[in-house]
């Protein structure tokens, strides 16, 4: 059976203990858990949420286990949805530099996904992006 669950991203504004304590008030069993770093200042919609800063995960894994285990809620999956394939191969770099982050956070919280974008160039074919992404 499968569980229902939300984004974070959706509550935004909110603090991560906020959006937990909605989820479970709300009877979603899981929430994906936002991970952009502090500093990345993306205004789109939904990008730039920080629920989990990645840069301070060892001193955060204790608490986030308390606010879980209280609205019996658990970690779907942590997500940032950066371009890794921006053409700005600066961009690109620390896009990817923070996906492995993300990678190893989950893995310290014993959480088996990690949700991203795979990226792409607009300027360039669908095939030229799929044959980067394998490259990247």
């Avoid at 919609?45 to 879980?68: C, F, K, N």
């Avoid at 285990?69 to 942590?78: R, T």
Wanted: charged share 25%.
């Amino acid at each position: 059976m499968l569980d229902l669950g939300l984004v974070s991203a959706i509550l935004g504004e909110v603090a991560f203990e906020e959006v937990i304590a909605f989820a479970g008030n709300h009877r979603f069993k899981c929430v994906e858990v936002m991970c952009w770093p502090n500093t990345s200042g993306d205004k789109r919609r939904y990008a730039g949420i920080t629920h989990i800063d990645t840069d301070t995960i060892d001193d955060q894994i204790p608490h986030i286990q308390e606010v879980l285990s209280k609205h019996k809620v658990y970690i779907s999956g942590l997500g940032y949805y950066p371009n890794p394939l921006d053409p700005d191969v600066n961009n690109a770099q620390i896009y990817i530099a923070h996906i492995k982050k993300v990678i190893k956070t989950a893995s310290k919280m014993g959480i088996p996904v990690v949700n991203t974008f795979i990226g792409r160039d607009p300027a360039k074919t669908t095939e030229y992006n799929l044959d980067r992404y394998a490259e990247v």
